[in-house]
Every structure is written in C-alpha cells, then in structure tokens.
C-alpha cells in the first residue's frame, strides 16, 4: 500500500536512475540518430524528476535521490557490457532491458497506490507512458 510520498521519491528515483543510464550509454553513442533518440529521453527523464521534486518539497519532504554505490554499480555495469559490444543495437537492447524494468515497478507502483493525489497518479501515469515510449524508440535501433 503506497502513499503518494513514497510513490513521488519512487518516481524521483526511477527518473535519476534513467538519466544516469542514458549518460551512461551517451558515451558509446556513435550513430547520431541513436544519439539524439537518447538526448530526448533524458529530456524527458529531467522534465518528469523535476516534477517529482517539485512535489515532494511542496509537501514538506526532500527528494532523496540513488546512492553512490547504486550509480558507480550501474556505470561499472554499462561499461563492462559496452566494453565487449558499443554496437548501436548492443545499446538499444540494453536501454529497452532498463525501461523494461523500470516499467515493470511504475506498473506495480501504480496499482499499489491508495493516495487519492491525482497530479501525483498522474505524474507516474506519465512515467510509465515515457518507458513504454521509450521502448518503442529504441527497437527501431536494434
């Protein structure tokens, strides 16, 4: 049973943790369509974690992003794999295996939500939406 707090440090978090993926794969990024495809993305992910801390600090609580040691994990990650295989479908697959993740939580976060907040449903409504979206892009890619 979730709060509508909770739900916005969840959405907070989730949105950190893409745009530091997208950074990430950035790096390897060598097809210039692929590229811009990610520079939307994290666009997007800025724009929706923007929107949860704003909330959050309206309703009297900080945002509290990742951990160090979840984003030196996730950049050791991205590296060992890009390492062996930067090709531009190597990188999509592995954007479409986050946003799938991700999408998985937003959608188990959403039904596990009782707060009646309609801007904070919404806000994760658009969360998910932006992962499916996201997906979709990066398919073209693989």
Known sequence: MMQSNELLQYIYKTTEMGRDGIQSVLKYAEDERFHQALEQQLTEYEKLRGASAQMLLERGEAPQGNGAVSKVSSQVMTAMQAMTDHSTS????????????????????????????EQTRNLAAKLLKTEEANIEQMKKFL
């Open 90 to 117: 190597k990188l999509a697959e592995m954007m479409i295996q986050g946003n799938t993740m991700g999408m998985s939580k937003s959608l188990k976060h959403l039904h596990d939500y009782e707060g009646n907040d």
